[in-house]
């Protein structure tokens, strides 16, 4: 079935060093995916989306590619932010107006 | 400014008594969705619907019932709470399909807990 892997659950980083949260998916429908962040007592928003083989997409700072090769999707950022520090989840849209979300990663910006 | 609105935002209820759950929105989206979060879980689908009218399962429905009386509300009953529905709760709206930006759109989450 559909499925999202983020491996780490939590990434703690330094202010100013690069950021990197995984995510592999697993389909059999057209691909598309999302990054969503949710900081504390918030709602989760959309970060990023793509469904393009290859193509770079970026927004607030952060960037990400998708690789159909590889059924990949990671997350970057080229220096972190004390306000980066929130909840990212990984997304796969599985066709039938579903969606299937990774169980998250937690990335913490420390001084 | 999409906008999705939640009521209750905090509850507490008995065991075995009758949850429900207030989703509107003012997208005019046809999609709306029903999510529970849980640490090491991350948002796991409830319910879904296509449109009013439409109620349909997602991948953890077993204790949950939803409805779609109209485009803009959609509601998660819980006929006879337990203790594992303790959670938080968010409801989403959005649009699939031609033309469409794929984005959902969250409210602002209800948190649930059952004694």
């Known amino acids: 079935g559909d499925s999202v892997t983020q491996t780490e659950g939590l990434v703690t980083l330094t202010e100013g060093l690069p950021v990197m949260l995984n995510c592999t998916y697993q389909t059999a429908y057209s691909t598309f995916l999302f990054w969503y962040v949710q900081h504390l007592n918030e709602a989760p928003k959309l970060l990023l989306k793509?469904?393009?083989?290859?193509k770079r997409t970026e927004h607030q700072g952060f960037h990400a590619t998708l690789h159909k090769s590889s059924s990949s999707f990671h997350l970057q950022k080229s220096s972190a932010q004390l306000s980066d520090s929130a909840l990212y989840y990984c997304a796969l849209y599985t066709g039938n107006y579903k969606y299937v979300f990774g169980a998250g990663t937690r990335l913490k910006v420390i001084a | 400014e999409a906008a999705v609105t939640q009521s209750p935002r905090n509850k507490v209820a008995v065991t075995g008594g009758k949850v429900t759950l207030s989703c509107n929105q003012t997208n005019n989206h046809n999609n709306m969705y029903w999510y529970r979060q849980d640490t090491g879980h991350g948002l796991r689908l409830i319910h879904y619907?296509?449109?009013?009218?439409?109620?349909e399962k997602g991948d953890i429905p077993d204790g949950y019932k939803a409805s779609r009386p109209s485009q803009e509300n959609f509601s998660l009953i819980l006929e006879l709470a337990t203790p594992s529905q303790t959670s938080v709760y968010f409801c989403?709206?959005?649009?699939?399909?031609?033309?469409?930006?794929?984005?959902?759109?969250f409210g602002p989450g209800t948190r649930l807990t059952v004694l």
């Open positions: 793509s469904s393009t083989d290859n």
């Open positions: 619907s296509y449109g009013a009218g439409s109620t």
């Open positions: 989403a709206s959005g649009d699939a399909g031609l033309g469409a930006s794929y984005e959902q759109y």
